[in-house]
Every structure is written in C-alpha cells, then in structure tokens.
T-cell receptor, first 114, second 112 residues
Framework: KAGVTQTPRYLIKTRGQQVTLSCSPISGHRSVSWYQQTPGQGLQFLFEYFSETQRNKGNFPGRFSGRQFSNSRSEMNVSTLELGDSALYLC?????????????FGPGTRLLVL | GNSVTQMEGPVTLSEEAFLTINCTYTATGYPSLFWYVQYPGEGLQLLLKATKADDKGSNKGFEATYRKETTSFHLEKGSVQVSDSAVYFCALYYNQGGKLIFGQGTELSVKP
C-alpha cells in the first residue's frame, strides 16, 4: 500500500497570504489528523477529520481550518499567515484494527513565512 | 491534563552501546502508547506501540513495555548503530480521539 502523501513538500509565502496544504491518506483509512511541528512548541495537534466531519480540534486560532473530502483526502488552510506559522505540517491517517488505532504519518509540508 | 515527558537530549552514544530513553506519562484511563522516530528532513515513522498494561512493543531491536504502575514506557535497544541517529518521540493516544499527545522528543546521536 502507498503511504500517506502530502503536497507540496515545501512552500514559501509572505505574511498576510493564505496557504492550502493537501494530504492523501493510506487507502482505506478514513481518519486524517493534522499536526504542526516547530522547534519551540514541538508537535501540536491541529484537528482530526473522520468521514468528512471534524471530530476533534486542537488549540489553534480560527485562521487554521481544514476539510475532508468523500475520498478521505484532506486539506488544511491557513489564512492571514504570520511569521510564527513557519513550521513543518504533518498529516497522519489511521484506521481501526483489533489492536486499536495507529496513526501513520506523511513526509510533511515545510512552510516558511517571510 | 494528559501529558508525556521524555528525558532531555541530545543523547550521544558509541556504536553498539545500550540505549535507554525514558518516557513517563500522565493520563486518565487506558491510552495506547507509541514511539515514533524522525530522521532529518522526514516525517514521523512508527517504531512500536503498546495498547494495554504490561504489553511489550518491539521492532528493529527496539523494545518498550507499558508500565501502568510507574506510568512509564521507556525505549530500549541493546546495541545501537550509527543509522539509529534520529529524534525519538514518545506519545499517548485515546482511540477515536484522533489526537496523539507527544513528548518533546529526544535526539539520539550514535558515533562510530
């Protein structure tokens, strides 16, 4: 099975712009979670989508939003970018097995805000 | 609230040395516990997991045991290699919550 894919891998934007990141989960996985990784704050949970519905949300401002499509692909959007949004954005997909749920991560999108 | 604490890095070892990276957690109920590894410039790779007390997860020579009495999930490997150099993250997870709670990560550097 192909792994989690994320596009683009690298992105440079300027303050005030908006950005959309894409994530394609492992085939058959219906849950997609997003995380932000920075040197200062570490790995922080943004939100999770399951069957096109946001099921859980982290403590981020409303500028961060997401959605999930019927094929389980997900996008996250950040509007009015700030310098502090520079980070590695990681997407993970998961499915439920008899051993519980396990999240599998993509390679990430590295966003630089200038 | 729920949280994970890892030993601070960087940890520097010689090849073939024994590795322990400490991880303790604070949680209610019965979360699953995970170790992920991140190589430079890459995303997170699942290393191993344990879903209940006394479970031992193992993979590629790494092991960790879910200890509920000490709320710990320490990562061990008997003989590290240069290729094990990476950042290791301990995390807890509640099924259907969709949210991994990570420790701060421990950087491991293995010298030949």
């Amino acid at each position: 099975k192909a792994g989690v894919t994320q596009t683009p891998r690298y992105l440079i934007k300027t303050r005030g712009q908006q950005v959309t990141l894409s994530c394609s989960p492992i085939s058959g996985h219906r849950s997609v979670s997003w995380y932000q990784q920075t040197p200062g704050q570490g790995l922080q949970f943004l939100f999770e989508y399951f069957s096109e519905t946001q099921r859980n949300k982290g403590n981020f401002p409303g500028r961060f939003s997401g959605r999930q499509f019927s094929n389980s692909r997900s996008e996250m959007n950040v509007s009015t970018l700030e310098l502090g949004d520079s980070a590695l954005y990681l997407c993970a997909s998961s499915s439920k097995t008899d051993r519980g749920e396990t999240q599998y991560f993509g390679p990430g999108t590295r966003l630089l805000v200038l | 609230g729920n949280s994970v604490t890892q030993m601070e890095g960087p940890v520097t070892l010689s090849e073939e040395a024994f590795l322990t990276i400490n991880c303790t957690y604070t949680a209610t109920g019965y979360p699953s516990l995970f170790w992920y590894v991140q190589y430079p410039g890459e995303g997170l790779q699942l290393l191993l997991k344990a879903t209940k007390a006394d479970d031992k997860g193992s993979n590629k020579g790494f092991e960790a045991t879910y200890r509920k009495e000490t709320t710990s999930f320490h990562l061990e490997k008997g003989s590290v290699q240069v290729s094990d150099s990476a950042v290791y993250f301990c995390a807890l997870y509640y099924n259907q919550g969709g949210k991994l709670i990570f420790g701060q990560g421990t950087e491991l550097s293995v010298k030949p």
